[in-house]
């Protein structure tokens, strides 16, 4: 059979995680806004029809949801962590081979269908997902990967389609190809559509009948690789696997700017906290960590500071405490006491690269770690925090989740129902 791949992805996912809890939504304009409230990172049909563009900041429209009835929510990560755990259960149930491409997208391998079953197939699909997890969804099919992401794209924006589109079909590929802008393509950013443009390609179908060759010296193999993705020649292989990690960061805005030493300790801390609990769930070790943190170009008026630097430790470790070390001894290093005008700081991170696996990183001839002490000790904070929500278990330095008057801010999050038992909804008789 010839090769089919469906890209399915949840409608304003985030907006549709909030619904799925509160039928009264149904209808309203929803936004989803990023960390500390700032800007909008979601949005439902009834929002993006009243004007609200991607990344608005919110205290720029503050006043128009207020009279437009637009109903607005902080970010909630474990939720929608959540529910693309229980949408990607689903689709495992139709098909055995998974790519989890994004929270809200995930391709599947629809070969072992025949074609005639492919639109049928998908729009179970679409029931299902939306019967057991509340999540609305459009599902787009193509030969290679590019082409399954642009008849996502016609499913979501044709709606006598009903969410499905099928480029495998050859009519349905000559039909739409020549209709949607080249702007909708996978890959197309605003330097190539303007070099693209320059060529006279306005539709999908004039960048597929271009010479690949003088594409390449345009827009480097990427490029090419789009033409030959277009005419249904795979380039791009749907990974199974996730590729292990290179990095890993833990970078968070504060909710308020941050004066003095030891605040900005504890948010560090917490910071290196939480990036030994990810390299852990990897099974990965890291043995260097670096540390920044800056002011904020915002702050008008204010001096700007900018700094980090990267500390080495003696071997490689995922162990927290030591992380918690040598991202101390950077700000150490980095701190200025201030002048008449302190800096206020907005943001702080920890960052490392080049991470390998912990069980295959040399050991130090000097300064030896005790790995033997380390990983009982650090399974017991996991297991705890794990069982008992997470922060539940902390190092001393990184503060106590509930007091940490630097953390993000939250303010209009709804209760993270499906992880956490004491966030339920209490039905009373």
Not at 312 to 331: F, N
Request: net charge positive.
């Amino acid at each position: 059979m010839s090769r089919a791949l469906a890209l399915i992805d949840g409608n304003s996912f985030y907006c549709s995680c909030e619904r799925v809890f509160d039928p009264k939504l149904a209808g309203v304009p929803v936004i989803v806004l990023s960390n500390n409230d700032g800007c909008a990172i979601a949005r439902t049909a009834e929002a993006k029809a009243l004007g609200i563009k991607m990344g608005d900041p919110f205290f720029k429209i503050r006043e128009m949801c207020r009279s437009q009835g637009v109903r607005v929510f902080s970010s909630n990560y474990t939720l929608y962590g959540d529910m693309s755990a229980r949408t990607n259960a689903v689709y495992r149930d139709f098909s055995p081979r998974v790519e989890i491409y994004s929270i809200d997208e995930s391709f599947l391998d629809l070969s072992d269908v025949r074609a005639d079953r492919r639109v049928e197939l998908a729009r179970d699909l679409r029931a299902t997902v939306r019967a057991w997890t509340g999540i609305p969804t459009c599902v787009g099919i193509g030969p290679t990967k590019t082409l399954a992401k642009l008849a996502n794209h016609i499913a979501k924006t044709v709606p006598n389609l009903d969410g499905v589109c099928d480029l495998t079909d050859p009519v349905a590929y000559d039909h739409w190809l020549c209709r949607i802008s080249v702007a909708e393509v996978w890959g197309i950013g605003r330097a190539s559509l303007a070099k693209l443009e320059a060529l006279g390609v306005d539709t999908v179908a004039d960048l597929r009948d271009l010479d690949p060759r003088p594409v390449r010296k345009a827009m480097t193999v990427v490029g090419e690789r789009i033409i030959h993705e277009l005419r249904g020649l795979a380039c791009l292989p749907l990974e199974l696997m996730p590729a292990q990690r290179k990095g890993c960061a833990v970078t968070r805005s504060f909710s308020r700017r941050i004066t003095d030493r030891a605040e900005l300790e504890q948010a560090v801390s917490a910071h290196a906290t939480r990036l030994g609990e990810k390299l852990r769930r990897g099974g990965l070790a890291t043995n260097h960590v670096s540390v920044f943190y800056h002011t904020s170009e915002h702050d008008r008026g204010d001096s700007m500071r900018s700094v980090s630097t990267t500390v080495t430790l003696p071997e490689a470790t995922s162990d927290s405490l030591a992380l918690i070390k040598a991202a101390l001894l950077g700000v150490a290093k980095t701190w200025r006491e201030p002048g008449e005008r302190p800096w206020r700081y907005a943001k702080a991170g920890v960052i490392t690269t080049d991470l390998m696996r912990l069980e295959e990183s040399p050991r130090a001839l000097i300064g030896q770690m005790d790995r033997e002490r380390s990983g009982p000790l650090m399974a017991a904070i996991d297991a705890c925090n794990a069982r008992w929500g997470a922060g539940s278990v902390v190092p001393a330095r990184a503060g106590v989740l509930e007091k940490r008057s630097w953390s993000t801010k939250f303010e209009m999050r709804t209760p993270r129902y499906t992880t956490q038992v004491r966030e339920l909804p209490i039905a009373v008789a």
